[in-house]
């Protein structure tokens, strides 16, 4: 091989060489801004879950009085759902005369309002006050529209909600599974279309479904003994 030929052959591997590692640090710098980026949505998530919880000490409080050993530290992050978009022309129908008013969840930004009690709780005009077996999770929004953010079926409720930012809802509620009814939490992105749920490891067989509910809506009379 000439001279000219070895130097050629010398300065193609070296640029080679160079092109692999900076491809090989691009792929580092990028992996690791995906994962700052991950990390950064879930502690901001779990700041958003830590001050939902710290305003709603009457629904701990009343967790804590049915299981002493109940401890909001024990909530974790479980899973990211998608949902669809699922919405149409109607305006919401609790004004300011229907017992449930007071409990409508204002958007902070005045998007709208969220309800997650008339579902719930049949107050039919001349009859007695009923629950229904299901649950949902209602976002009356300022454009008209009424979208369905949540539904559960009998196996589950909903019990409070707060908006902890003006994009993320927060609901919390129960879940019964194989080992008891467990305490759960549910982060909506409306805008997204998604929610994040909470577990926690405590279970309890004896936990009353709609005892929350009686306790917090104290202008609503059940004592025709609705459970």
């Not at 001349?126 to 529209?145: C, L, R």
């Amino acid at each position: 091989m000439s001279p000219s030929a070895k130097i050629f052959s010398s300065r193609f591997l070296f640029a080679c060489l160079v092109f692999l590692g900076s491809c090989t640090f691009q792929k580092e710098k990028t992996e690791e801004t995906v994962e700052k980026t991950s990390i950064s949505e879930e502690e901001e998530l779990n700041q958003l879950l830590a001050s939902g919880l710290q305003q709603l000490s009457n629904w701990t409080g009343y967790w804590k009085s049915q299981e002493s050993t109940f401890d909001v530290a024990g909530f974790e992050m479980s899973k990211e759902i998608p949902f669809e978009a699922l919405e149409w022309p109607e305006e919401n129908f609790i004004q300011q005369d229907h017992p449930l008013h007071k409990y409508l969840v204002p958007n902070p930004d005045g998007h709208g309002v969220v309800d997650i009690y008339s579902y719930k709780v049949v107050m039919p005009e001349e009859a007695q006050v009923s629950f229904n077996p299901d649950s949902e999770v209602i976002y009356f929004k300022s454009n008209g529209m009424r979208e369905r953010l949540m539904f559960m079926g009998p196996s589950g409720g909903f019990e409070e909600a707060i908006w902890v930012s003006p994009e993320h809802l927060m609901v919390t509620g129960f879940f019964e599974e194989e080992g008891g009814i467990t305490p759960k939490i549910w982060i909506i992105m409306p805008d997204e279309h998604k929610y994040i749920t909470f577990k926690h490891p405590l279970h309890i067989s004896n936990y009353p479904k709609a005892g929350y509910l009686i306790k917090k809506l104290q202008n609503i009379d059940f004592s025709n003994g609705a459970e």
